[in-house]
């Protein structure tokens, strides 16, 4: 059965700082890793996404790697603000018979105190 | 910028109720789908659609019905609303049948009392 499984489940840092969030997937086979950010009451919304021949793509001062040997990806955000508090998703696709289907993580909440 | 307009951001209806969640691309997608989504388990795929008149079952599309008569408005039909289905509804609209493409609209709270 496919899953994503996101780590930690929420986090707490001050506003400056940095962090890492983790998504570790047995989505088979893979298509593409995709992060969303998804403030409160709202939909998400794309940060990054990264096919299997891509190793890192920036996106301002989020950066997400992709390890497709040992199925991890990670969101790093670098001098956090406090717009930046909101729940992040990883997506991860598969193609199987012609149709893509997609696992979601049940996300990391990160809240960025003043 | 593809944009993707859910009728309602909060909507209370009583049980048994008969309930309509629209939702319309403005970008001549041919994919869109609904998903709802509960606290600690993530998005889960209702139905989806890869074309007008068409129309397929996701993972949880017990108690729910779709519309799709127009490319740009896909709707959730709810036949007979039950406190269970008291969720957070999002819908999505893509260039792609894969996920890659997405937009998502701003969702709809809804409560069923």
């Known amino acids: 059965k496919n899953q994503v499984e996101q780590s930690p489940q929420s986090l707490i840092i001050l506003e400056g700082k940095n962090c890492t969030l983790q998504?570790?997937?047995?989505?088979?086979?893979?298509?593409?890793l995709r992060w969303y950010k998804q403030d409160t009451g709202r939909g998400p919304v794309s940060l990054t996404i990264m096919t299997f021949s891509e190793n890192t793509k920036s996106n301002g001062r989020y950066t997400a790697t992709l390890d497709a040997d040992t199925k991890q990806s990670s969101l790093h955000i670098t001098a956090s603000q406090l717009s930046d508090s909101a729940s992040y998703i990883c997506v991860v696709s598969a193609l199987s018979g012609g149709s893509y289907i997609p696992t979601f993580g049940r996300g990391t909440s990160l809240i960025v105190h003043p | 910028d593809v944009k993707v307009t859910q009728s309602s951001r909060y909507l209370v209806k009583r049980t048994g109720e008969k309930v309509f969640l629209e939702c319309v691309q403005d970008?001549?997608?041919?994919?869109m789908f609904w998903y709802r989504q509960d606290p600690g388990l993530g998005l889960r795929l209702i139905y989806f659609s890869y074309d007008v008149k068409m129309k397929e079952k996701g993972d949880i599309p017990e108690g729910y019905s779709v519309s799709r008569e127009k490319k740009e408005r896909f709707s959730l039909i709810l036949e007979s609303a039950s406190t269970n289905q008291t969720s957070m509804y999002l819908c999505a609209s893509s260039p792609y049948r894969d996920p890659l493409g997405y937009t998502f609209g701003s969702g709809t709270r809804l409560t069923v009392v």
């Open positions: 998504c570790n997937y047995t989505v088979s086979p893979f298509s593409n």
């Open positions: 970008m001549d997608h041919e994919n």
